[in-house]
């Protein structure tokens, strides 16, 4: 199983088929994304301002997928 996830793809043996490939990779909300909203709320930004964060893949969560069979291989957290 591979370490040191980022947010590119990458490639890497899945441990449930044991196929070789590069995994697939999707964008899910995670703590700097709250924390960034949290924030902005907190500095006046409240009146919609502060969804800006969810919008935003580069404060996003990544997870890491095999492409052949859909299971998770590992995720890139930003916090």
Wanted: hydrophobic share 40%; with cysteine; charged share 10%.
């Amino acid at each position: 199983m591979a370490t040191g996830f980022h947010e590119a793809p990458m490639a890497t043996s899945c441990p449930r088929c044991y196929a070789s490939v590069v995994t697939g990779t999707s964008y899910v909300s995670g703590t700097l994304t709250w924390l960034a909203c949290f924030g902005l709320c907190v500095i006046g930004c409240d009146a919609g301002c502060c969804l800006i964060p969810f919008c935003l893949d580069s404060m996003k969560d990544v997870i890491h997928v095999c492409p052949a069979c859909g299971t998770q291989i590992g995720v890139y957290r930003r916090m």
